[in-house]
């Protein structure tokens, strides 16, 4: 019989057993290596040209040409690293707002959830694409931030309903009103006596918002509504079907950004579903 672990490293001897928190995160993990280090293994620019165009990947460009004679490898590492900071700066404001809504609507309850969850719902019917059509037709400079921002303003309702509804069921515990007759002011409770009740919940959502930032900035990218300036893996796919590269047979152009895509939010997902059996012990593998 293999020995119980202690109460206190019960949380890691169950990450350490979640085969699906191992393997979400190290794909994450290779991905994010690449970002950081990706750019200093090419000499090039994701805009420069530096051989005959549409060329099959070969030892001297990994991932080929595209069809003007640029290194795809090159726009490959740059377009990952846009895609990571455009998932935590969208992913974390839409967790941020989230947050704060929903821990005050939560505890506050009254006039002030109705009116927090009204602007909730308001956030919610409100066309997001139509907005952006609009924003672009009077922006022609758009940068990787203003989509980050852009995502994490419309993306925070449902995270907000979530932990609303998980502050309404522990305002009334027992260390809440102890906190609340010692006299200690609302925020201070909800940081201090709740927010440490729900981390895993918390985290948990970052990492949803974090994969959706990601999802919803490639297919932005991709119908050519994302950045005008820079390089991404949606706007790698983006020019891929500007340029007929699936006629072309040009698959390396096309193929890399969509199963990184793929890979880092089935990952992300995966590695929710994983650190959602550690946290919850009714789902924990024995």
Request: no cysteine; net charge positive; glycine share 10%.
């Amino acid at each position: 019989m293999m020995p119980q672990p202690k109460k206190k490293n019960e949380l890691l001897y169950f990450m350490l057993r979640n085969a699906k928190l191992r393997i979400g995160v190290v794909i994450v993990l290779l991905f994010v290596v690449l970002a950081l280090i990706g750019p200093l293994l090419t000499k090039y620019e994701p805009r420069e040209y530096v051989a005959p165009g549409a060329q099959p990947p070969s030892s001297q460009f990994w991932f080929g040409t595209t069809s003007f004679g640029e290194d795809v490898f090159t726009q490959f590492v740059y377009g990952l690293r846009a895609t990571f900071i455009v998932g935590i700066i969208g992913g974390g404001l839409g967790t941020l707002i989230g947050i704060l809504i929903g821990f005050i609507a939560g505890y506050r309850g009254g006039i002030v959830d109705e009116i927090l969850n009204m602007l909730t719902n308001i956030v919610l019917v409100v066309p997001s694409l139509v907005v952006l059509l609009i924003i672009a037709a009077y922006l022609e400079v758009r940068g990787f931030l203003f989509e980050s921002l852009f995502i994490g303003v419309f993306s925070w309702p449902w995270a907000a309903r979530a932990i609303r509804s998980q502050t309404f069921s522990l305002r009334s515990r027992d260390f809440v009103d102890l906190a609340r007759l010692s006299g200690m002011k609302p925020l201070k409770i909800i940081f201090t006596e709740i927010a440490p009740n729900m981390m895993s919940y918390l985290l948990l959502t970052f990492i949803l918002q974090f994969g959706g930032a990601i999802l919803t900035a490639a297919t932005l990218d991709f119908i050519g509504l994302g950045p005008t300036k820079g390089m991404s893996l949606g706007l790698m796919m983006n020019n891929a079907n500007t340029y007929s590269a699936v006629m072309l047979h040009m698959w390396w152009w096309f193929v890399p950004p969509g199963l990184a895509i793929t890979a880092i939010v089935g990952a992300l997902y995966v590695t929710n579903v994983g650190l959602d059996e550690i946290f919850n012990p009714r789902l924990r593998e024995m």
